[in-house]
């Protein structure tokens, strides 16, 4: 069965130190990777995603940056968080030419800058 | 520009009160309509996907429409367990793989 992982849940991190938060996906190849940001009471809004090892598009140009090191490994990071960066992750995948489910989601992390 | 706007923001329902969620859209080409639930603290869960005018899809007490402007996702006699924001998102165009979320709708069904 297909699952994704992400981790941490919740973080909470001072203003100015680095992010790394991860997400793996298991029982399919060369997915379509997402990171999504959502602020409380509003949308989801599209940070990046790739659609294979390497290849990175970004959506909104910010302090953040995406990394792909393994067909299945998606990486969010920053070098030096701001306040403005706090809101729940998610991270999310489809299958490669396979537009019925959409997306899966991981369970989120909630980011607190402080 | 491309754009999903849902309505109403929040919607407060007695337990048996049956009420429509809509999720207007403004896009080129759809290529498919996704309405996800996303319960406090937790990622979006899968309900439904439609792909053209006309089409219906139902799971319980929920049923899911499409026209060529808007859906609708129509729930009858909701319990507090149905107590939930619901999303919906478009894939259009030829960015097919890039999906535009509405803000939600948050349900609060009342026992």
């Known amino acids: 069965s297909q699952t994704i992982h992400q981790w941490p849940a919740t973080l909470v991190q001072p203003v100015g130190s680095p992010l790394s938060l991860e997400c793996t996906v298991e029982?399919?190849?060369?997915?379509?990777l997402y990171w999504y940001r959502q602020a409380a009471g509003r949308g989801l809004q599209l940070l990046f995603y790739s659609v294979g090892i390497g290849q990175i598009s970004s959506e909104v140009p910010q302090n953040l940056s995406a990394s792909r090191p393994q067909d299945r490994q998606f990486i969010l990071s920053s070098k030096k968080l701001l306040l403005s960066d706090s809101g729940f992750y998610l991270c999310a995948y489809t299958r490669q030419g396979a537009g019925s489910y959409g997306y899966t989601f991981g369970s989120g992390t909630r980011l607190t800058v402080v | 520009e491309d754009q999903v706007t849902q309505s109403p923001e929040a919607l407060r329902l007695q337990e048996g009160e049956s009420s429509s969620l809509n999720c207007s859209y403004t896009?080129?080409?759809?290529?498919?309509l996704f309405w996800y639930r996303q319960d406090p603290g937790k990622g979006p869960e899968f309900l439904f996907t439609?792909?053209?005018a006309g089409e219906e899809k139902e799971k319980e007490r929920l049923k899911a429409t499409l026209t060529k402007k808007e859906s609708f996702l129509h729930i009858t006699a909701p319990k507090p367990e149905d107590s939930a924001t619901y999303l919906c998102a478009v894939q259009a165009g030829i960015s097919f793989n890039k999906f535009y979320f509405g803000s939600g709708t948050k349900l609060n069904v009342k026992p």
């Open positions: 439609l792909y053209s």
């Open positions: 029982g399919t190849s060369n997915p379509n």
């Open positions: 896009v080129s080409g759809l290529r498919g």
